[in-house]
């Protein structure tokens, strides 16, 4: 989106430029979307043997939220 650039952290102008520069492309940025790392857990752990006990890192427990 913007050019590094090396500044020191008390140079205001250059950053205020950077972050004028990636605000700028941010709008016709082509961000790729990621599936959320728990999404491709969850479905893995379908796929795989039950019987571990409790839901853990690696197995995560699935939960439908609802909003009222």
């Not at 989106?1 to 140079?11: F, I, L, N, P, W």
């Not at 950053?15 to 990636?22: F, K, N, P, T």
């Not at 961000?31 to 409790?54: H, I, K, Q």
């Amino acid at each position: 989106m913007s050019v590094r650039r090396e500044v020191d952290a008390e140079d205001r102008q250059p950053i205020e430029s950077w972050l004028d520069d990636v605000m700028t492309a941010l709008p016709s940025a082509d961000v790729n979307a990621r599936l959320d790392y728990l999404t491709s857990l969850v479905a893995a752990a379908d796929d795989e043997d039950d019987s571990a006990s409790g839901p853990s890192r690696e197995r995560p427990s699935v939960a439908t939220l609802a909003v009222c």
